[in-house]
């Protein structure tokens, strides 16, 4: 077959055309290995477009949390290195406050860096999710050792009402209830209930967690799973709630919310798309 040189010169200008960005259409309908070339050649390049952009929205995404990394530690490494200088000087019972301080200082920058790592693997597609059905009640007993301190300190109780598997991936799932759970706690009053139900229907299978508190505005919704915007809790970051979603939409899922109110607690249902 006869190839003219101005269709190797189309060919060879397409290929440095696309190394600037640009692609445009070499293909045709027409038969013979000219035209399986190029369909072959426009396809390779498509690929390594998008091979490109999704690495530019990794590095992206790695940036970003890297720069909350470095915002959120500032404070606790300012205010460990001011008490590092005030112990040299300090009575004895003033050098112990200043180490549980610091004690706590680094176990809460822990918790936050790997809660942010976490959330860059998904955002960034690095994690495989193992999903098989797995029971609530067996994901509430992963959960209860997380939670059953905050729960005794509160004097509070979990309630759960029903019991049907749900297919996701355990460890993370349990993750994602536990924060969930802490927000109930946190939102819920002195010997107060948290209730979970659990159910399926023909789109999702859901799981919801019921704090006993008064209810959530729009205004603390419109930030609850915003990086570090939402907490009501002053040792805490704003992060748990933002981590939960994202473990759930990695997985195929997503998480509503009833505000409650009117003397009903607010209520937050994960649901898990078949």
Not at 21 to 37: C, F, Q
Request: proline content about 4%; overall charge negative; glycine content about 6%.
């Amino acid at each position: 077959m006869w190839i003219n040189r101005k269709e190797i010169e189309g060919l060879s200008e397409f290929i440095k055309e696309s190394d600037e960005g640009a692609v445009r259409e070499i293909r045709d309908n027409k038969e013979g290995p000219l035209s399986i070339l190029k369909n072959d050649i426009y396809t390779l390049v498509e690929s390594k477009n998008e091979q490109l952009k999704n690495a530019y929205i990794q590095r992206d995404v790695l940036a970003d949390y890297m720069s909350d990394i470095s915002h959120q530690l500032k404070t606790p490494i300012t205010s460990m290195e001011m008490m590092l200088d005030l112990m040299e000087d300090a009575p004895p019972e003033k050098k112990e406050e200043f180490r549980r301080n610091i004690k706590f200082s680094l176990h809460k920058m822990e918790w936050l860096l790997g809660a942010l790592l976490k959330m860059a693997k998904i955002d960034a597609d690095a994690v495989t999710f193992d999903k098989k059905p797995v029971p609530v009640s067996e994901l509430i007993e992963t959960v209860r050792p997380s939670v059953d301190v905050l729960l005794d300190i509160n004097d509070q109780t979990i309630e759960q009402t029903n019991d049907v598997s749900i297919t996701c991936d355990k460890r993370w799932m349990a993750e994602a209830l536990t924060n969930i759970i802490k927000n109930a706690i946190e939102h819920s009053p002195k010997t107060g209930v948290i209730t979970i139900d659990c159910g399926d229907n023909p789109l999702y299978e859901w799981v919801s967690i019921k704090d006993s508190g008064s209810g959530m505005d729009k205004m603390s919704y419109s930030a609850l799973f915003k990086r570090f915007e939402y907490s009501t809790n002053e040792n805490g970051f704003g992060i748990g709630m933002p981590l939960a979603l994202t473990i759930v939409k990695g997985q195929g899922g997503d998480i509503d919310v009833d505000f409650g109110g009117n003397g009903q607690g607010a209520t937050f249902i994960i649901k898990m798309y078949k």
